[in-house]
C-alpha cells in the first residue's frame, strides 16, 4: 500500500523546530548576523524551508517515487525517446569512485583514466557516425544540434572571407522535424525555413529545389525520420544540399535504428548528434543530465568547441590551443556521467552487438505494427525502422475516441503512453517505439490492452486514466495560468 | 458549417471582404475546422494594428496544448483593426468561430490574392480530404 500521508508536500509535512540532523555544541562564540553581514544584504527573514525529520524525507521521496512509471517498472514505448532498459551495470560503473569523485580542477595527470576513456568514445562515435572529429561538449542533444549549428557558421564566416562568398542565413528542415531542429536554427542566428514531406511520408525534393540556394548554410535531416521510415533519397538530398555549398546535418535522435547498418557520414551528412541518453544507455526520463555529442568531417574540425581530447604520445591532454574554435558551449569536458555509461554501453556491445541492437530494435518495431495494424491504421505502410506512427483520426471520427484517450487508458492496463501528436504531419497520433530491450510477451501484452481499449466505450475512455492519483489534469489552465510557486493555503 | 458567403484559404483561415468608403476590408478569422483540430488553446499572438501584411505571409500565432501553429495572412493590405479581446477568451474561437471569434481586420490593397480563396464548397472538400 502507498504511504498517502507520506506524500504531501514537504511544507504541509513540516513541523517547526523538527530536525533531522543533531550537531554537537558549537564552541565558538556566537556573534549576531548584524556584525557579520552589512544590514542591506541580509533577507528580512530566514527562508521558509520545510523542517522535517529524516524518516520523513526519505518515506516521502521513496513514496513519491512509486507514483511514477519508469522502465524499471513499466513498459514505455514513448516514440523518439528510445526509452530502452538500461543496464545496472553501467550505472555501478559509473558510480565507482575513481570516476565518480573526480574534481575537474586535478591535474591532467592525475585525470588520465578518465582522459582516456573521453578520448576512446570521441574515437569511437567517429566510427559509427563514419566521421572524422568529435565533441563530448554538448549537454543533451538540441545542445549538440546548437553547437553543430554554431560551427557551422563559423566555417561559413571563414570560408566567406577567403572566397567572398555571400553570408549564408538559412537553415532548412523537414515538416516532420523535431521542433528542436527550427528552435536551434533561431538560436543560432539563422532563418529556419520549413521543407515540405511528400504524403508517403519523405523529404519533397522539388520543395527541397525550390528552397536550396547560395544563402543556405544547413539542412537538418532526421534519418530515420520521426515517421520511422529511411529516407532512401538521402544521397541525392546530400548532393543537392553540396552543391549549393550547403552542409547536411544529421539529427541523431533515431541512431538506435541504424548503429553498425549504416553510418550518417557513408550516406552524406556532414555532421550529427549522438543522444548517449537516447542509443547508448544514459538514464531517461527524469529530466536530465543527458549527453549530445558531436560528430563532423575534418573541415569542421578546427571549429569544434574547445577544449578537445587529445593524445600526445602515450599521454591524454585537453587541446585549449584552437585558434578557429567557436570555444566553450559547456563547463568542463561536459556531463561525463552520462559519457561514461555511454562508453560502458558501448564497449560491452562491441560492433557486431551493436549492429544486433539495431536489427532488433527494428524487428520489435515491426512486430509491433504488424499485430496492432488491423485495428488502428498505420498510415505509411507495413514496414518500418525502431518505430511507427499509427493514427486515431479514422476512430476519432468514427467513435470519437481520440488518441489522446487511448494513451491515458493505458495507463490503466499498466503501460507507459506513447508519444501522442506527434510528428504533427499525422492526425491524431501515436508514436510507438518498442526498443530492442523488451520480449515478445511484453509487446503481446501491450498489443493485446490496445485491442481491448479500442473495444472499450467511448464514456470510460474519455475520463481514463481511472487508476492513478491524479487522473486528467487541466493542461489548458497550467498553460495559461501556472502556479509556479507553493503558498500557504489561506 | 462554413458560412456560405466567406472565402476560405488553404491553411485554415477565413475571409469577408466588404466595401467601407471605397476601400475593400477584409475580416479575417479562423475556421471550425482548425479550431477543432488544434485541439484545447493556450496562447495566441495577434497582428500589431497598423502592419502591412503580404497574402501568404505569417501574422500571428496560435498555440494548444499540442503544438504551436502560424496564422497567414489570406490577403495583402494594412492590418486596421484586431479583436484585441480575444487572446483573454480563447473559448470565443470555439463558440463562435466565424463571428465573435474574429481575428483581425485587414485594409486591402492588392485583391490579386483574394483569387487563391476557396468558396465553402471547395473548402469543405478540403476538409473532407485532410480528416482521413
Redesign the interface.
Known amino acids: 500500500m502507498r504511504n498517502q500521508q507520506a506524500t504531501q508536500l514537504l511544507f504541509e509535512l513540516s513541523k517547526p523546530g523538527r530536525r533531522g540532523a543533531k550537531l554537537p555544541a558549537s564552541d565558538v562564540p556566537a556573534r549576531s548576523l548584524s556584525d557579520l553581514l552589512p544590514a542591506e544584504h541580509a533577507a528580512a527573514f530566514p527562508p521558509p524551508l520545510p523542517e522535517l525529520a529524516e524518516p520523513d524525507v526519505v518515506r516521502h521521496f521513496t513514496n513519491l517515487s512509486t507514483k511514477n512509471m519508469s522502465v524499471d517498472t513499466h513498459f514505455y514505448p514513448l516514440g523518439s525517446c528510445t526509452m530502452k532498459y538500461n543496464s545496472k551495470r553501467n550505472e555501478r560503473i559509473a558510480a565507482l569512485p575513481g570516476l565518480a569523485n573526480l574534481h575537474p580542477y586535478q591535474s591532467e595527470d592525475s585525470l588520465q583514466g578518465l582522459l582516456q576513456l573521453l578520448y576512446e568514445l570521441q574515437g569511437m562515435l567517429c566510427e559509427i557516425s563514419g566521421l572524422d572529429a568529435a565533441s563530448l561538449q554538448p549537454a543533451a542533444g538540441a545542445h549538440g544540434e546548437l553547437t553543430a549549428l554554431m560551427v557551422a557558421a563559423a566555417y561559413f564566416r571563414d570560408r566567406a572571407q577567403q572566397t567572398g562568398e555571400p553570408r549564408r542565413t538559412k537553415v532548412l528542415t523537414p515538416d516532420s522535424s523535431h521542433g528542436t531542429n527550427p528552435a536551434s536554427a533561431a538560436v543560432a542566428g539563422f532563418e529556419a525555413v520549413t521543407v515540405r514531406s511528400t504524403p508517403d511520408g519523405f523529404v519533397d525534393l522539388a520543395d527541397l529545389r525550390a528552397k536550396l540556394d547560395r544563402q543556405t548554410a544547413v539542412f537538418m535531416i532526421t534519418n530515420p525520420n520521426t515517421l520511422g521510415l529511411f529516407d532512401r533519397q538521402v544521397r541525392e538530398i546530400a548532393h543537392l544540399v553540396h552543391e549549393q555549398g550547403g552542409l547536411l546535418y544529421l539529427d541523431g535522435a533515431n541512431m538506435n535504428a541504424i548503429l553498425g547498418v549504416a553510418r550518417p557520414g557513408d550516406f552524406g551528412a556532414d555532421m550529427m548528434h549522438f543522444n548517449p541518453h537516447k542509443t547508448f544507455s544514459g538514464p531517461h526520463g527524469g529530466g536530465g543530465p543527458g549527453a549530445g555529442p558531436i560528430t563532423v568531417r575534418a573541415m569542421l574540425e578546427p571549429y569544434l568547441p574547445s577544449p578537445v581530447v587529445t593524445k600526445v604520445g602515450d599521454r591524454y591532454r585537453l587541446a585549449f590551443d584552437r585558434p578557429k574554435s567557436i570555444g566553450r558551449v559547456r563547463s568542463f569536458f561536459g556531463n561525463t556521467g552520462v559519457l561514461v555509461r555511454a562508453y560502458c554501453y558501448l564497449r560491452t556491445h562491441g560492433p557486431d552487438g551493436l549492429r544486433r541492437v539495431s536489427e532488433q530494435a527494428v524487428l520489435n518495431a515491426n512486430y509491433l505494427l504488424a499485430k496492432v495494424k488491423d485495428r488502428l491504421s498505420v498510415p505509411h505502410g507495413d514496414r518500418c525502422m525502431h518505430e511507427f506512427v499509427a493514427s486515431a483520426?479514422?476512430i476519432k471520427?468514427q467513435r470519437g475516441i481520440s488518441a489522446m484517450d487511448i494513451a491515458k487508458r493505458l495507463l490503466d492496463y499498466g503501460f507507459h503512453a506513447p508519444t501522442v501528436?506527434f510528428p504533427?504531419t499525422v492526425?491524431e497520433a501515436m508514436m510507438i517505439e518498442p526498443t530492442e530491450t523488451e520480449g515478445k510477451e511484453t509487446l503481446d501484452a501491450f498489443a493485446d490492452a490496445l485491442v481491448r481499449i479500442l473495444d472499450e466505450s467511448p464514456e470510460t475512455l474519455h475520463d481514463a486514466p481511472h487508476t492513478t492519483p491524479i487522473s486528467r489534469p487541466d493542461?489548458?489552465r497550467a498553460?495559461?495560468t501556472p502556479v509556479v510557486r507553493w503558498s500557504p493555503s489561506a | 458549417m462554413n458560412p456560405p458567403n466567406l472565402l476560405y484559404a488553404k491553411t485554415h483561415e477565413w475571409t469577408r471582404v466588404e466595401e467601407s468608403g471605397g476601400a475593400k476590408i477584409a475580416t479575417v478569422g479562423i475556421t471550425a475546422f482548425a479550431v477543432e483540430a488544434l485541439t484545447d488553446l493556450v496562447f495566441m499572438e495577434l497582428p500589431k494594428v497598423g502592419r502591412q501584411v503580404k497574402a501568404g505571409e505569417a501574422f500571428g500565432e496560435i498555440e494548444s496544448v499540442k503544438a504551436v501553429s502560424d496564422l497567414y495572412a489570406p490577403v495583402t493590405g494594412e492590418v486596421i483593426e484586431v479583436n484585441s479581446g480575444l487572446p483573454e477568451k480563447l473559448e470565443t474561437l470555439n463558440a463562435d468561430p466565424f463571428g465573435a471569434g474574429w481575428v483581425a481586420k485587414i485594409r486591402i490593397t492588392d485583391d490579386s490574392a483574394l483569387s487563391n480563396l476557396m468558396n465553402a464548397a471547395a473548402y469543405e472538400k478540403q476538409c473532407a480530404e485532410e480528416a482521413h
Open positions: 483520426a479514422k471520427a501528436y504533427l492526425k493542461e489548458v498553460a495559461r
